[in-house]
């Protein structure tokens, strides 16, 4: 996302179709919506997906996380929804939007109305598009 947006940037006045799109369009650029879960990743684990919200705590066992791709309505009861086991990777929470950052996220889509989405997908590395997207702009 950040290597995006300094493309964008730079390339503002030496390329026509960046400079178009930048003009036709409002571009938003989200770093993370998951800072938490990404200083775990860079502190203690690569692999890391979820938030570190804890969600759990009998005695000393203590689980953390949500996995934020998994905790939206779209797709809840998919088979490839997510686990509804706390200790699990895709541990999609108790209810569509109850993490925070997934609340903020449905706010600021609605108040947007994007048009297209890109999902650079660090965990899969993946680029993932809204349903309905075309290659082109």
Do not use: I
């Amino acid at each position: 996302a950040r290597e995006g947006a300094w493309e964008l940037g730079s390339r503002y006045g030496n390329s026509s179709v960046v400079r178009d799109v930048v003009n036709m369009y409002q571009v938003y650029v989200m770093y993370t919506m998951n800072p938490d879960g990404l200083n775990y990743v860079w502190s203690t684990d690569n692999m890391w997906r979820k938030n570190r919200r804890l969600v759990s705590s009998e005695g000393s066992a203590e689980v953390y996380g949500v996995d934020l791709n998994r905790n939206y309505e779209f797709g809840w009861n998919y088979t490839c929804a997510g686990s509804t086991r706390m200790g699990s990777q895709t541990y999609r929470g108790p209810y569509p939007f109850s993490e925070a950052e997934t609340q903020v996220m449905k706010a600021f889509q609605t108040d947007r109305r994007f048009a297209k989405v890109l999902d650079l997908h660090s965990y899969a590395r993946e680029v993932r598009r809204n349903y309905g997207s075309r290659a082109g702009l």
